[in-house]
């Protein structure tokens, strides 16, 4: 991975840990939920960018030449690969805070 692949996930951690530590919820429970109501919101509009770029992308390659068509190609193709997999942890999003927010409830329980 290059340097700006790495920068962004640097900040799309940090903008979801900040949410967790300024949250003015309090408790895991909580903090998962907003994160999860956050991922659910955003995802889905950056997907829906993402597979409208990859269009934009295959279809302008298409009208170039040989190499570049297979460049656009492939460019598309990793768009909508981003934006399936963007849209499948949204949908996941909501059962994975359920689990953990039970997990850590259970967790809780058990130390007291």
Known sequence: ??????????????????????????????????????????????ALMMIVLAGLIYGIGQVMGAEMRGRAAVWAQALLIGAILGLVIAAMAGPLVRLFSDAALITFITTL
């Open 1 to 46: 991975m290059n340097t700006k692949t790495y920068a962004m996930i640097a900040f799309i951690a940090f903008f979801m840990l900040g949410n967790v530590v300024f949250a003015k919820t309090t408790g895991l429970a909580s903090s998962l939920s907003e994160i999860q109501s956050q991922i659910s919101t955003i995802i889905p509009a950056v």
